[in-house]
């Protein structure tokens, strides 16, 4: 089975803080993605890593950074955080080396942040 | 660029009911899939179906049931006799198949299903 998991299920922050979430997955695979979901709006794409140290932008970037040192790690980081990145954050991953796996994204459980 | 549109927001339903949650989308791409996955109370995504555009067969399982019409651009999910524990959000996806779309999702908004004993 496809593990992924993020460090922490629920987090509170203070405003300005620097924030990590952590998201690891056991299959090998090569692209990480990182979404953000709120009622009404869906999952929204932050951003996305199809390779160690390679990353790019998805639809809500702004405020956001990301950091993919080893293959099976991607990291969220949010350098300054404000209330309006108060969130449920969700990670995915998906690959190549697997035929049945690869069109389908496989999610960890989720990060509540709260940033008051 | 892609779209998903779930446009009901909320569906409240008494078990044993069969309810239908809809789907429709949007793409330029003339190959792409489509997905459906399930959001318990605990958060995680679980993955429920993937079907490509190339096939429009209906898919059962279980109780559980899809209908994808192209002509009409919908992919909706069909629940026969529904359980409480059917009761989670469950979101509509699509991805294009070209290989530059790096696995990318466009999802809809999700539906909230309530699932009453």
């Known amino acids: 089975d496809v593990k992924v998991t993020q460090s922490s299920r629920y987090l509170v922050k203070r405003t300005g803080e620097k924030v990590f979430l952590e998201c690891v997955q056991d299959?090998?695979?090569?692209?990480m993605f990182w979404y953000r979901q709120d009622p009404g709006l869906g999952l929204r794409l932050i951003y996305f890593?199809?390779?160690?140290?390679?990353?790019e932008k998805g639809d809500i970037p702004e405020g956001y950074s990301v950091s993919r040192e080893k293959k099976e790690r991607f990291s969220l980081i949010l350098e300054s955080a404000s209330t309006n990145q108060t969130s449920m954050y969700l990670c995915?991953?998906?690959?190549?080396?697997?035929?049945?796996?690869?069109?389908?994204?496989?999610f960890g459980p989720g990060t509540r942040l709260l940033v008051l | 660029a892609q779209k998903v549109t779930q446009a009901q927001t909320e569906i409240s339903v008494v078990e044993k009911e069969d309810v239908t949650l809809d789907c429709v989308y949007e793409?330029?791409?003339?190959?792409?899939?489509l997905f459906w996955y399930k959001q318990p109370p605990s958060g995680e995504l679980v993955f429920l179906i993937r079907?490509?555009?190339?096939?429009?067969q209906n898919e059962i399982s279980g109780r559980y049931s899809w209908n994808f019409q192209k002509s009409t651009s919908s992919f909706n999910f069909t629940i026969t006799a529904s359980q409480v524990v059917d009761s989670a959000v469950y979101f509509c996806?699509?991805?294009?198949?070209?290989?530059?779309?790096?696995?990318?999702?466009?999802f809809g908004q999700g539906t909230i299903l309530t699932v009453h004993p």
């Open positions: 079907r490509n555009s190339f096939d429009e």
């Open positions: 299959m090998d695979h090569e692209n």
């Open positions: 995915a991953s998906t690959g190549l080396s697997d035929r049945a796996y690869q069109e389908t994204q496989y």
């Open positions: 793409t330029r791409d003339t190959t792409y899939y």
């Open positions: 890593s199809y390779d160690v140290k390679m990353k």
């Open positions: 996806a699509l991805k294009p198949i070209a290989s530059t779309s790096y696995g990318k999702l466009t």
